[in-house]
């Protein structure tokens, strides 16, 4: 009897043990990332980045999941965009600004006047200048996966509407932190006061600065309306917000999901282009209700004053790539 018991047992035995053995049925592991971004929750920036995450847990069958933080909750730009050259940060919307400070030649993308228009902007950066670009981010360990969309700017202050460059004599205006946006507004006759985009709503507030330039939509997201009298549609710059990634963490990727996180980060591009545009009448309307709004009507005098600006551009990041962007104007 006994021996029958030990003989069931070690069958028992090996049967558990044979289970053991078998090859196991295991799904991908997750791959999470934190995207970090300075818009508010209603921002296009938010829509951008949502369709973005949305679009790459779909084709990955979920093996990349991307995790959202708006309103700098992760961070300020330049220390993200600091952090993910390090591998500590996995990708943020910034602005070609702020990478200016650490791959200088995006600041050509600052020059004022220098699109046309939006297609302008989408022949710019989804061609060659764009590839050129990117290849000298990489060597300061950042990967463009695209080029996003923050609009075109303009200025509202607390004292008097802008119609010519002499109205910004003495104007103390918020601007990020590139040479070449303060250079400009200097040679404009403004009072250049450069700082974080966060603080900008206590720096009106306060009377720190009496204004700012941004696109339409970040004055209604961050309701600066509320501290601000005039708005002026200069569209003076253009900013391009690429989105990165540290470069650290893109190569542990596999090939097919580097590929994928590309691909749909240049859809959404082409898509947030459209979106940030096509509503910016109807912001406007909604800006009026608040601010006096003025267009100015004639942009030579701007242009004429900032010609030292390009002087200096065409010294520091040569010709050729100034002649490039200026050539995707239709």
Do not use: C
Not at 12 to 25: D, I, N, S, W
Not at 245 to 257: C, D, I
């Amino acid at each position: 009897m006994f021996g029958k018991k030990l003989l069931q047992s070690s069958l028992t035995a090996m049967a558990v043990l044979g289970f053991m053995l078998l090859p196991a049925v295991t799904q991908a592991a997750t791959t999470t990332l934190k995207l970090g971004h300075t818009g508010a929750p209603d921002h296009h920036y938010q829509t951008a980045a949502q369709m973005f995450a949305d679009n790459v847990a779909k084709r990955t069958n979920g093996e990349i999941e991307i995790k959202i933080f708006p309103s700098d909750q992760l961070g300020k730009q330049k220390q993200l965009v600091s952090q993910a050259q390090l591998g500590q940060t996995d990708m943020v919307l910034t602005s070609d600004a702020v990478i200016s400070s650490f791959v200088p030649v995006f600041g050509v993308l600052n020059l004022p006047f220098i699109f046309k228009d939006i297609d302008h902007v989408g022949n710019t950066m989804d061609g060659e200048v764009g590839v050129i670009l990117a290849e000298e981010a990489g060597k300061k360990g950042l990967e463009v996966l695209g080029y996003w969309e923050n609009g075109f700017r303009h200025i509202t202050n607390n004292k008097h509407p802008i119609n010519k460059p002499e109205d910004l004599k003495g104007i103390k205006l918020r601007t990020p932190e590139s040479k070449l946006v303060i250079d400009s507004f200097k040679a404009l006759g403004a009072s250049p006061t450069p700082m974080s985009f966060g603080d900008i709503y206590s720096a009106l507030q306060l009377g720190t600065v009496d204004g700012q330039e941004n696109p339409i939509a970040h004055l209604l997201a961050q309701k600066w309306y509320e501290v601000q009298k005039y708005l002026s549609l200069t569209g003076h710059q253009h900013y391009v917000e690429p989105l990165l990634m540290s470069k650290v963490r893109f190569e542990k990727l596999t090939p097919e999901q580097q590929k994928i996180l590309r691909e749909e980060a240049q859809k959404v591009a082409v898509e947030i282009r459209k979106l940030a545009t096509q509503d910016e009448d109807k912001m406007l309307e909604e800006v009026k209700k608040h601010m006096q709004v003025n267009e100015v009507s004639d942009k030579q005098p701007f242009m004429d004053a900032v010609k030292p600006v390009y002087e200096q551009a065409r010294k520091q990041f040569g010709p050729e790539i100034l002649e490039k962007i200026q050539a995707g104007a239709k």
